[in-house]
């Protein structure tokens, strides 16, 4: 048997009655508590299992309380369910690729991916997600006609600029056409010496139920420079971009291009 997914002892952070609620992958009846954490090990997404000894239910979730993927991860007191989690490098990574030192790949744009067999391949995170969008909108457009969909074009030398608005707020977004897992993302400015690209906070918004959403903050271009890569490691329905206030005072917003890499759920 390959080395790799052959953790299910390796499972020691356990709450007794605790079940961990939403993102259920899979429901199996009547199994062993061995073989649930087993099939979580080798399914490709589980990231954590409820089990109940009772009736030998196994959940396997494709979430967890360290990894917290929509920050919506809600953990209720349920007698009987037993919730277990494991060493999440380990369970993402592999056995090879988790001895710390031992990872040669780029920790933002790169995994480092076990072969079983005692060595590894460095495999780009997810692919580009410009296909998915779905709608492109900013809070405004110089007359240039420099649209914010220049943004999401994959051409560096394309970029939008926003209307003139001194020390007023400027953003834009790329919706998509469902929910994306974002692995990370590229900001590219419109030159290294511009500066209305600087301090634009990145935020993945989800959509809640009932018109509600949910922005999550992961990053801000600070002194941008040429440009920026951000670890993202969250589901979106939306990215958004927001300028607060515009440090260079001429009251514009330029951003050459945003890239982003990551899977569809």
């Not at 990231?47 to 920050?71: H, I, M, P, W, Y």
């Not at 007698?79 to 001895?99: A, N, P, Q, V």
Request: glycine residues 8%.
């Amino acid at each position: 048997m390959p080395e790799c997914n052959n953790y299910d002892a390796k499972f020691s952070k356990i709450s007794y009655h605790q079940r961990l609620i939403g993102d259920i992958l899979k429901t199996l009846d009547f199994i062993s508590l061995r073989k649930c954490l087993t099939k979580c090990m080798w399914h490709p997404r589980c990231q954590s299992v409820n089990f109940k000894r009772q009736n030998e239910t196994c959940e396997l979730l494709g979430n967890s309380l360290q990894s917290n993927l929509t920050g919506n991860v809600l953990s209720v007191p349920q007698t009987g369910w037993i919730h277990f989690e494991t060493d999440y490098d380990e369970k993402t990574l592999g056995r090879w690729c988790s001895h710390g030192n031992n990872n040669p790949c780029n920790v933002i744009t790169e995994r480092c991916e076990d072969r079983c067999v005692g060595n590894h391949q460095c495999v780009k995170h997810g692919e580009s997600l410009q296909l998915y969008i779905k709608d492109i909108q900013g809070s405004s457009t110089h007359s240039s006609g420099n649209f914010p969909s220049n943004a999401f074009d994959g051409n560096d030398n394309s970029f939008f600029l926003s209307g003139n608005t001194p020390f007023r707020p400027h953003w834009f977004k790329a919706t998509f056409k469902g929910r994306v897992f974002i692995y990370f993302v590229e900001v590219v400015n419109r030159s290294a010496k511009q500066e209305r690209g600087n301090n634009v906070d990145l935020k993945t918004v989800l959509y809640t139920g009932q018109a509600q959403t949910k922005e999550t903050w992961f990053g801000n271009t600070g002194v941008l420079g040429t440009r920026k890569t951000f670890t993202c490691l969250k589901e979106a329905d939306e990215i958004l971009l927001v300028q607060e206030v515009n440090p260079s005072g001429d009251g514009f917003m330029n951003i050459g291009e945003v890239k982003m890499f990551g899977r569809t759920t």
